[in-house]
């Protein structure tokens, strides 16, 4: 295994793991039957710590993401089969996870950081809620009409599982890269044992023609 399948490996394992650390407070809001006050309060505050956390940790995780995308791009540069395949398919599920991460954590993140600001709320999936509960309601199908000001309790909650629900989509895109990666490396060890193999044997062939001479 090369230092660029180390990059990637090393790079999806880290996110991974912070994933991991935010998948105790997401199960909650996901999966558990009953939604508790509590656990919404502990995912805000988890969020919120992570969201506040000092310059050096945020250089720290765009810096891995940047480390990821770096080694798979490296590793595409070779144009093999395996590489279009396996390095290829790496790249659009790593691409997947990192804008999912931009392009809706982070947005509402921004969000229940200020919940008040009103443009960070039109950049935001309460936005998008906000539009289809108002066609139900226009169109008579709900009695529920959205609040037009900052964002209420409930959409606050909504935001925070938003949140988590786009922590299990990484969870599972960024598995699809390590099981590729993985995958990648155990072809390309078997094919090097076979290449040996067949060496042996030719140079064994080519020494017992000799001796027949």
Not at 33 to 39: K, M, P, Q, R, V
Not at 176 to 200: D, F
């Amino acid at each position: 295994m090369g230092f660029r399948s180390g990059f990637v490996i090393s790079s999806t394992s880290f996110l991974f793991g912070i994933i991991f650390i935010a998948s105790i407070y997401d199960f909650p809001l996901l999966y558990f039957s009953s939604l508790s006050d509590s656990a919404v309060e502990a995912a805000e505050r988890f969020y919120l710590s992570l969201f506040h956390a000092p310059v050096a940790v945020s250089a720290l995780l765009h810096g891995m993401i940047g480390l990821g995308l770096i080694g798979l791009v490296a590793k595409l540069h070779r144009w093999s089969e395996m590489a279009k395949y396996f390095d290829g398919g790496s790249l659009v599920l790593f691409m997947g996870a990192v804008c999912m991460y931009l392009g809706v954590a982070v947005p509402n993140l921004r969000l229940i950081s200020d919940p008040t600001n009103l443009k960070l709320l039109l950049s935001s999936a309460i936005q998008t809620q906000r539009q289809s509960q108002l066609e139900a309601f226009e169109k008579g199908e709900s009695d529920f009409k959205p609040s037009d000001g900052p964002m209420t309790q409930d959409e606050r909650v909504a935001a925070i599982r938003i949140v988590s629900a786009s922590n299990s989509i990484c969870a599972v895109l960024l598995l699809g890269v390590l099981v590729l990666q993985i995958s990648e490396w155990y072809l390309e060890r078997q094919e090097a044992i076979e290449a040996e193999n067949r060496r042996k044997k030719q140079a064994k062939e080519l020494a017992d023609a000799k001796k027949d001479k």
